[in-house]
């Protein structure tokens, strides 16, 4: 049975930095694109960052650029989302997902979503 659990959520003042990991279970990450997506209350669910195993590319959100970094640990089989200079605009629940496409895929395209991690910044 395949498991993402998120983890680092929290609340952090407005400039703050908050590392969100994502721990996976019946899968290898490095066989999958792997996602961080954020959903705000009566929002749709957004793209933020993705991470491709092979060859490490990475694909960010015009609005998180310069501030979010993904990466991963192959050994622990867990992928992190760091996020610096946050403001009150990227409070949400975060979630990681896990895509067998090759190519950075839209929200339809992955295949597995954890239960997602609450983001709260207060200004």
């Known amino acids: 049975q395949v498991q993402l659990v998120e983890s680092g959520g929290g609340l952090v003042q407005a400039g703050g930095s908050l590392r969100l990991s994502c721990a996976a279970s019946?899968?290898?990450?490095?066989?999958?694109?792997v996602g961080w997506f954020r959903q705000a209350p009566g929002k749709e669910r957004e793209f933020v960052a993705a991470?491709?195993?092979?060859?490490?590319?990475?694909n960010y959100a015009d609005s998180v650029k310069g501030r979010f970094a993904i990466s991963r640990d192959s050994a622990k089989n867990t992928v992190y989302l760091q996020m610096n200079s946050l403001n009150p605009e990227d409070a949400a629940v975060y979630y990681c997902?896990?895509?067998?496409?090759?190519?950075?895929?839209?929200?339809?395209?992955?295949?597995?979503w954890g239960q997602g991690t609450q983001v709260t910044v207060s200004s």
């Open positions: 991470i491709r195993w092979s060859g490490r590319m990475t």
């Open positions: 019946g899968l290898i990450f490095s066989d999958y694109t």
């Open positions: 997902a896990a895509s067998r496409l090759r190519d950075f895929p839209a929200r339809g395209g992955y295949d597995y």
